[in-house]
Every structure is written in structure tokens, then in C-alpha cells.
């Protein structure tokens, strides 16, 4: 029997790139994803696309999947010679019943790796600015699970030594039982005045913080609706959070923006999007299966200097260059010049020895566009060229599953409230993986702002009927985020 692989990977506390770069290659790998609640979805597009998904999500008195029914699945899988992956929120070995999870798979002699996580009680107390600990305030500290076993669900600990033993004391998925937890740490001798401190959605952009003491945190938490995910940090080390708090103090803190593309022009700006405090999910949200027409490649070597070879990508480049490649086709048997569509496909092309120009804006009937389905429908679109201009077609979109479910949680979720669209292509990919997914336009409008950057694009937007909220004039960074700070999120659940 061809027996598979199981990867248990930390998928971290929230934050998208807190996930180790060995977990990510798994993931990577994966033919079957495993995946619970507290994962950040967005790691879902790291998958192949043709991975299956299983969702086993638990909430408090709602399981997806039963335990039982989550192992049954991982062995199924690992033995049908698949790799896959399970992703845990955290740390796979804190609370997360990896224990139980690779014991079956020993049993049945399985090949298995556990791939840690950073944990949430170590994560977001330091994203709350409260090092869990300190040489000053606190050489010691628990995590503790804040329910058990009992009838009531409440916690079966040892109150009497947790209490009195240890310094600091991180309590997780406590918040049903605060109140149980405060008065029992009271009860049994820890002082009413200690300092106490409350993470909801740890590491996240929509990181909420509720400080007090043992006295008061429990009212507190109760006036706020407070719901988990959240973890409860117990200790006078959480008073260093008024000199190092810096996570939530940034201008763009509570910002979860879509950018649905990548681009090495993107690069700087999502990246002073990120370090003024926002989530910021950058991806195309359309995979691409390769189109080869023997015929049209074979053409290409009756082209005369008259014509104009125009790339629209650097993706296209290099895809252009593959099918030729594939077919037997010597790039000097191909007589027609080259053009690139921007600077960045002009590089692009220099890198792999062909020297072009950019294109002109007047259409000739001698050009010939060579890119994705998208990219030739948006350059014929924002160009205004006729759609019987000549076009060689590399490839077709399509909306993955993954993506479809990285994107449909991102938003159910409340991962997200702002769409930014900073350009003509971005606009048609999006608008097209919308259509694909069969998600309607009402559904995006009615739980996400939609910004665009110039009043032009703002108006090509509104043309394809989606609402716009907000226009920034700017393409200047800081204006952009000036903009951002501005008020602009959309409505919470």
C-alpha cells in the first residue's frame, strides 16, 4: 500500500505571516488540507489549486467535524498516498489535540511531521505590548485551558497552586468562563488588584484589548461582548502594556484591505500599507491553465518586421517564451519587433536578451497582443482597441477553490472591510473571479468599502456597476494611507 505523508503545521495566531517558512512549504505541498476555525484564511492560496479543502471548524457548541470524525479523515487520506496537511490555529501541541491526531496515525503506521507554531499566548500578549515575561515582573508563567471537563463546562484546575505558583497565567478559550476564572483566582488567594488583560483576535489588524484586574476584568468583558477567539493574560507584567504598547496604536489599525493582484509595483506601498497597522491581502484570486494553438504558434514565423509582438505581463514573458520553447520555435526565426505594454515588461524582456520598446497608445493593425485571457480583454478595454485586434492567447482564467474559499472567509469573517482597486487590471480580474465564483456584486458591496485610486478608474468601476465609497485623488503613499485613516470601514457584524 502506497501509504502518504501528514504534516500537523502551526498556522500561527492570526497574522498571516507569522506561519513558519517550513509550515508554508508544507502547505505548499499539500494534496489535502485539513483546517480548522482560527486559521487566518488567506493561507489557503498557498495551496495547489487542484487541493481539497475540508473545513473543520469548531465554535463553542457548534462543531463542523467531531474529533473522531477529523482523524478518521486524516487517515483516510494519508492512506491513499496523499500528502496532507493539518492546519492548526497556533501551535498544533497547545490545546490543538495533535497528541490524539498523531497517535491514530503511529498506530496505523503512518509517516507524520508536527511543524510548530507561535502560539497566541506568546504572540498577541506581545502585540498587546506585554512580554509574557519579565526579569523584573515575572520569571514564570502557565497556559491553561479555560474550560474542562466539569458539567458546566468550567475549567477542572488546581486554582489553589495556580494561583499562588506561578506569576503570569494565560488562560485559552476562557472568555464564557472570566467570571469562574477571576473569582476563583481571588478565592483562593491571588490579589483583587492584579492586573488583567483580555485579547480578542490576537496579531490581527482588529486586535482588541480589554484591560483590568482581577476585580473588574470580568464586568468589563461582559460591557464589551467580547467573544472568542480570545485568550486571558493574568499578571502585573500586563501593566508594561502602557510603556509597550505598539501594535494597536498604529494609524491604519482595524484595516483589513483586499488588493487582487501581486505585483513587484506593488511591493513598496503594501508594504507601508502593512507596517501603518493594516491586514493586507494581496493576491490575483484567478489561477491560469496554459492554452497551446499549434497553429497560431507556427504562424509566428511568417511575421515581417510590419509587426509588433506586444507582451502585456511579466507572467506573459515568461509563458510566451515556455510554449515557444515547447514547440520547436527559434526566437530568430521570428521576424515581427517586440513592444511591452509598461516598464516593468520592458525589464522583463531585456532580462531574457529581447530588446523592445513601450507600446504606443495608437492602435496599428500590425500589433499583435500576447498575454492571458484578462490581460487582453483589459488592454482592449482601457485602450479602447477594437476586440478584432489580432491577440495570441497564453492562457484562461479560472476561480480556484481555494481562493474561493480564502475569499468568501476573508469576508464572512469580518477579516476584511476595504476592497482597494489601484488599477485598470485589477478591476477586470477581480470583476472576473466574482463572476466565476458566482459571488453577486450586492454581496460585496453590502460587506466591503470599495476605494479606487484616481477618478478615472473610480468611474470605469462604477460603469461595471459596483459602488464606489471613497476616491483618492493620489497615488503618493501617505495620501493613500491619509486616505485610508479617513473613516473608511465598512460595517461590523
Known amino acids: 500500500m502506497n501509504k502518504g505523508m501528514v504534516y500537523f503545521v502551526g498556522a500561527g495566531p492570526g497574522d498571516a505571516d507569522l506561519i513558519t517558512v517550513k509550515g508554508k512549504r508544507a502547505l505548499q505541498l499539500a494534496d489535502v488540507v485539513i483546517f480548522d476555525r482560527l486559521i487566518n484564511p488567506f493561507l489557503l492560496t498557498n495551496v495547489k489549486k487542484d487541493a481539497k479543502l475540508i473545513y473543520c471548524g469548531k465554535q463553542p457548541c457548534k462543531h463542523t467535524l467531531r474529533q473522531e470524525d477529523i482523524q478518521k479523515e486524516i487517515l483516510i487520506h494519508a492512506r491513499k498516498g496523499k500528502t496532507v496537511v493539518r492546519l492548526k490555529g497556533g501551535d498544533p501541541s497547545v490545546f490543538g489535540r495533535v497528541g490524539e491526531e498523531a497517535e491514530l496515525l503511529a498506530d496505523h503506521h503512518i509517516n507524520y511531521e508536527v511543524i510548530p507554531g507561535i502560539t497566541a499566548g506568546i504572540a498577541a500578549t506581545m502585540y498587546a505590548g506585554v512580554p509574557i515575561t519579565h526579569r523584573k515582573h515575572s520569571n514564570s508563567f502557565a497556559v491553561v485551558t479555560g474550560h474542562g471537563s466539569k458539567k458546566d463546562g468550567t475549567p477542572n484546575i488546581d486554582w489553589a497552586n495556580l494561583a499562588n505558583g506561578v506569576e503570569t497565567i494565560v488562560f485559552y478559550m476562557g472568555v464564557k468562563h472570566i467570571r469562574t476564572i477571576t473569582s476563583q483566582l481571588i478565592e483562593h488567594g491571588r490579589d483583587e488588584g492584579t492586573a488583567g488583560l ?177 490581460e487582453i480583454e483589459s488592454v482592449r478595454d482601457q485602450y479602447r482597441y477594437s476586440s478584432f485586434m489580432k491577440a495570441f492567447m497564453l492562457s484562461k482564467q479560472k476561480a480556484a477553490d481555494k481562493d474561493r474559499e480564502a475569499f468568501n472567509r476573508l469576508v464572512d469573517e469580518h477579516h476584511v472591510n476595504i476592497l482597494l482597486l489601484t488599477n485598470h487590471s485589477e478591476v477586470v480580474h477581480f470583476l472576473k473571479f466574482v463572476e466565476l465564483s458566482g459571488i453577486s456584486k450586492e454581496q460585496i458591496m453590502s460587506n466591503l468599502k470599495v476605494i479606487c485610486v484616481g477618478r478615472v478608474l473610480a468611474s470605469i468601476v462604477e460603469a461595471k456597476k459596483v459602488f464606489v465609497d471613497k476616491c483618492i485623488e493620489t497615488q503618493d503613499v501617505s495620501g493613500i494611507i491619509a486616505a485610508l485613516e479617513d473613516g473608511v470601514l465598512a460595517k461590523e457584524s
Request: no cysteine; aromatic share 6%.
Open 198 to 374: 483580555v485579547i480578542q483576535w490576537g496579531t490581527y489588524s482588529r486586535q482588541r484589548t480589554i484591560e483590568g484586574t482581577l476585580a473588574t476584568l470580568a464586568n468589563q468583558v461582559e460591557q464589551a461582548k467580547v467573544t472568542n477567539p480570545a485568550i486571558i493574560v493574568i499578571g502585573n507584567v500586563v501593566k508594561l502594556r502602557a510603556n509597550l504598547a505598539w501594535f494597536d496604536q498604529r494609524p491604519l489599525t482595524g484595516r483589513g484591505i483586499i488588493v487582487p493582484s501581486k505585483s513587484k509595483a506593488n511591493r513598496e506601498w503594501v508594504q507601508n500599507l502593512k507596517d501603518s497597522g493594516a491586514d493586507v491581502f494581496e493576491h490575483e484570486f484567478l489561477t491560469e491553465d496554459p492554452i497551446v494553438n499549434n497553429e497560431a504558434l507556427e504562424s509566428l514565423k511568417h511575421l515581417s518586421q510590419e509587426h509588433e509582438l506586444v507582451l502585456l505581463s511579466s507572467k506573459s514573458v515568461h509563458q510566451f517564451l515556455r510554449a515557444i520553447g515547447k514547440h520547436g520555435i527559434d526566437l530568430r526565426e521570428i521576424g515581427a519587433s517586440f513592444a511591452a505594454i509598461n516598464e516593468e515588461v520592458k525589464e522583463t524582456l531585456k532580462m531574457v536578451g529581447i530588446q523592445s520598446r513601450i507600446l504606443r497608445k495608437k492602435k496599428t493593425e500590425s500589433m499583435i497582443l500576447i498575454g492571458g485571457e484578462l
